[in-house]
């Protein structure tokens, strides 16, 4: 099965969030589902996706969930399922389904999937189509996770997703590569030319920008979730973050220390544009807006405080979410 670093880093971080989402979403519901759909080759993600609810058997016990794969360009895909499908619990459907992400509606309403909670991945090789992620926010119970070649963000809020993050990752190459897979497209450099698929190359930096990751969802902890996970998979993989409306910023390493001053500078420029708000709000702003986790925002926000730039409702300890932050004159 071939792999290459694009598909390596969607991999782990589907895992790691659903590895989140799943325990939450079956304590919430008796009954959830995983819906799954790649433009061309899954790199490893399907079967991957069902061990981690094997792993999860115990939670999974006494509920019903249902798995939709769609991924046309892996012809391997049954065989490599099927010895995967018999660790997971009788309580586990799994359904191979025709077609890529376009065929995703259709799948999830056969699946009935309305009024219970629902987690949609999407690899995608051109924009994210409004009935695709109208179906993926299955009215209020549906959050996504998807890989494309440009910004899903106003695409994501037309679909229902009052929430809405994305990065761009930017993968390291190895030295002395003459081209690198980027999902789905390759970076080949030769004879001063870039053909970039869901990329471009950063040539100065030796890395390539594969795409924009995006979220949707209604939560708050979902957000953070996705957040942490994309750190965790940056620092193990090597994978540095951009925001994709500031393409010519210098791409975030998460592998180290990461300095907050750029951070503290765009919430003392939140505040003082729109007025004193809650920590909660300032958080989820970091969230939507930046490539930070919700805890650097609370860093930034103690920093503020300490030069004196903002003042907050209570004199000492702990920022709660409903305290109040006010930039001082």
Partial sequence: MP???????????????????????????????VALAWAGADGGGAEAVLRVVADHAAQVRGRQVTILVLADEA??????????????????????LPGGPGRLPVALKAASVAGSPLFCFLDLTGPAHAEV???CANGRNGEVLLHAASSARPALGLA??????????????????????????????????VAAGMGDVAASAGDVAAGVVAFGSRSDRSLEAVRDALWTVGADLGVRYRDPADP???PM?????????????????????????????????????TAYRATDANQALATLLTTGEVTRERESGRLAGDELITPTP
């Fill in 75 to 96: 012809a391997d895909l049954p065989a490599r399922l099927g010895s995967v499908e018999a660790e997971l619990p009788p309580e586990v459907t799994v359904h191979l």
């Fill in 253 to 289: 390493d998460v592998s180290g220390g990461v300095a907050l001053e750029p951070l503290a500078r765009n919430l003392l420029a939140e505040l003082r544009r729109s007025g004193p708000q809650p920590v909660t709000d300032l958080r989820r702003y970091t969230l939507t807006t």
């Fill in 248 to 250: 010519a910023a210098p």
């Fill in 160 to 193: 229902g997703f009052p929430l809405v993050a994305e990065v761009t990752p930017v993968l390291p190459v190895d030295g002395g590569r003459g081209d690198v897979e980027a999902g789905a497209g390759d970076v080949a450099a030769g004879a001063g030319d």
């Fill in 133 to 135: 992620l109208r179906a």
């Fill in 3 to 33: 792999t290459n670093r694009t598909a390596d880093f969607l991999r782990e971080l589907l895992v790691r969030h659903l590895a989140t989402w799943l325990p939450t979403a079956l304590h919430r519901s008796r009954r959830v589902t």
